[in-house]
């Protein structure tokens, strides 16, 4: 009896440890030094304290003003199980070589903070295990991943208000998964990218890229959140177009903007505005429900003019339904003397009437 209660007490420690080595809360911070004088090579253990770069399970920290020591470089090397941690800002994640990756495992984290940019030359990626994925970036940081992005966890959880921009080359895929939002983050999407799919009750998505839905599912923004085609005047244009589609023309992905969503769309003076456009490849739609705003900006002076702020890619594909609750302009009460709101099954559009510019007063000379 006390030899199967040990063997008992034995197997149960054994489990608890195996959880406590894989649980990331024990992985550990290796902190960028930069001390290196001959080089700059992540590779080089001199530019880490204590003189041993990070490996599996661990943690890549850089902690030290950035405009005063020299900027990591992996060089074409593949950095597998570690999570990511810029306490300050300021820095770039260079790759000279070709095909450099950071494998971020479920669990691991990656932070950007304090205040200013951070930018990621190097593919961000995961092994596919489960869990989920925390990206925290603080309210005054943005972190621009330029080299390729591909999160597998369970759910990439965003949160903490500041600004990711993903700005790399087209076709990678952020995740098959849902992308969650929390805070007052924004995304801004510049290039074309599979997002497997929202759910998104905070923040703000936009950018002049093209958001890929995956394959039969549903993206879900409501709650707070505010989905604001176009850049924001350093990331991308801020006047532009931002697309949701299907993975590709064979299979549809549906759009639901559920009660308590914002589409903001914004006009210049010279005849341009914001536009969300869709495609309704192999069935999909995109649902405005009851509750939802349009909430429209501009200056002085608006051409007038009819503008498309919701449009499809085709205008054959009539997949538009729903009408939004609320209309402003610049947070007003939408003036009819000048704006006209048209819901069609293909587009959705914006009449302005009496905005423009005045005509100048034409003098004639005897």
């Not at 080089?44 to 900027?71: C, E, K, L, Y």
């Not at 914002?262 to 649902?287: A, Q, R």
């Not at 200056?299 to 205008?315: C, K, L, M, Q, R």
Request: proline share 2%.
């Amino acid at each position: 009896m006390r030899t199967n209660l040990k063997r008992l007490v034995g197997m149960v420690l054994l489990m608890v440890l195996t959880f406590f080595v894989a649980n990331s809360s024990f992985a550990e911070y290796m902190i960028w030094s930069g001390a290196d004088p001959t080089t700059n090579l992540w590779s080089s253990a001199a530019n880490w304290v204590g003189g041993v770069r990070p490996n599996f399970n661990d943690i890549a920290s850089f902690t030290n003003d950035a405009s005063s020591t020299q900027q990591p470089d992996t060089y074409g090397a593949n950095n597998t199980g570690m999570g990511l941690d810029f306490q300050t800002s300021g820095w770039t994640l260079y790759n000279t070589g070709v095909g450099a990756y950071i494998r971020v495992d479920a669990g691991l984290l990656i932070n950007s903070l304090g205040s200013g940019v951070n930018r990621v030359y190097q593919k961000i990626t995961t092994s596919g295990s489960v869990g989920d994925i925390p990206v925290t970036v603080d309210a005054n940081s943005t972190i621009v991943f330029l080299g390729g992005y591909y999160l597998f966890g369970d759910r990439v959880v965003y949160k903490g208000g500041g600004t990711i921009v993903w700005d790399g080359p087209d076709d990678t895929y952020v995740a098959y998964n849902p992308c969650v939002l929390s805070n007052d983050l924004s995304i801004i999407i510049n290039s074309e990218i599979g997002i497997g799919w929202f759910r998104v009750t905070e923040g703000t998505i936009g950018g002049n890229g093209i958001a890929r839905g995956y394959n039969y599912a549903t993206s879900e923004i409501g709650g707070n959140a505010t989905l604001s085609p176009g850049g924001n005047g350093e990331f991308g244009d801020l006047i532009g177009t931002f697309t949701m589609k299907a993975n590709s023309a064979t299979v549809r992905h549906h759009l639901i903007l559920k009660t308590g969503c914002t589409l903001k769309i914004e006009f210049d003076s010279v005849g341009n505005s914001d536009k969300l456009l869709y495609s309704g490849y192999g069935g999909g739609k995109v649902t405005i429900e009851s509750g939802c705003t349009l909430s429209m900006y501009g200056g002085e002076f608006i051409d007038d003019g009819t503008y498309d702020v919701v449009a499809n890619e085709a205008t054959d594909m009539t997949n538009i339904s729903g009408t939004f609750s609320t209309v402003t302009f610049n947070d007003a009460a939408l003036d009819a003397e000048h704006f006209t709101v048209d819901y069609g099954t293909d587009a959705i559009t914006v009449t302005v009437t009496g905005l423009g510019k005045p005509k100048g007063t034409v003098v004639f000379i005897q």
